[in-house]
């Protein structure tokens, strides 16, 4: 367990607990349940998001089927997400006959069971071409999958937003690239202040855990729907909330 006199805070995928310091005997603890959000045209949603994370692929076998649809080159890689290796999602970018110098089919395989061709149909970008740097990018957003922690435990989904860049006139890369595109959110009442809490995952890795961020805004602020989820608000989750009550800090 994390030491609450250092941090005062962990979480489960689904839910923190926060707590006011200094540290008492009898410290109260506060629950807080955070439901998966992703975006929705209209409505608040993070403006920032983490680095990409890469992806590494490897040339498909030669004598290995192809799903339907699919064109050579066809590559390979392993989404690590989740907290263990059996978490881990399996995708193949390929080629399309229209685009055969880019990877802009990307098949993957959500029952984990070593196949792309029982998941449907590939999820397809259309290429466009940097007008400065004459790099072609072939984007897919908006992709949820779906995270397994272990028996027992239900899956979680995450959303991603992909993409790859191959150089003018080079072959179809060997990266693709994702970042995060959802987050956890709820609402929670602290020492009589009704509070909103976000928690972003900050590197690509679908755990929530101390590399993450968070966010703590009264549910009175202006705008804090919006707020709660900026760049502004947001703090690694080793540092610490503040609530305000009759000009009083409530430090979480």
Do not use: C
Not at 39 to 48: G, I, Q, R
Not at 99 to 120: C, E, K, M, T, Y
Not at 210 to 229: N, T
Not at 237 to 245: A, K, P, S, W
């Amino acid at each position: 367990m994390l030491d609450r006199r250092a941090i005062a805070l962990t979480w489960s995928l689904a839910s923190l607990w926060i707590s006011a310091l200094p540290v008492a005997a009898q410290q109260p603890v506060v629950w807080v349940k955070l439901d998966y959000a992703a975006p929705v045209d209209a409505k608040p949603k993070p403006n920032f998001s983490p680095k990409g994370t890469q992806v590494a692929l490897t040339e498909l076998a030669p004598n290995a089927a192809l799903p339907p649809g699919a064109v050579r080159p066809a590559k390979k890689g392993m989404l690590q997400g989740g907290p263990t290796k059996a978490s881990w999602i399996p995708m193949l970018g390929t080629a399309s006959a229209e685009h055969p110098n880019d990877l802009v089919q990307l098949f993957i395989d959500h029952n984990r069971n070593g196949s792309f061709a029982d998941d449907g149909p590939a999820l397809v970008a259309t290429p466009s071409q940097n007008e400065k740097t004459k790099a072609w990018w072939s984007s897919i957003n908006k992709v949820e999958l779906t995270v397994t922690y272990g028996p027992g435990k239900p899956a979680q989904p995450y959303l991603v937003n992909f993409w790859s860049v191959r150089e003018d006139s080079a072959a179809a890369p060997d990266i693709i690239r994702y970042s995060v595109g959802s987050w956890r959110y709820g609402n929670v009442t602290v020492a009589g202040v009704d509070a909103l809490v976000a928690a972003m995952d900050g590197d690509n890795n679908a755990v929530f855990d101390k590399s993450d961020m968070w966010s703590v805004l009264p549910a009175s602020a202006p705008d804090a729907e919006k707020a709660v989820l900026s760049i502004g608000e947001a703090r690694a989750t080793n540092r610490l909330m503040f609530l305000t009550r009759d000009g009083k800090d409530i430090p979480l």
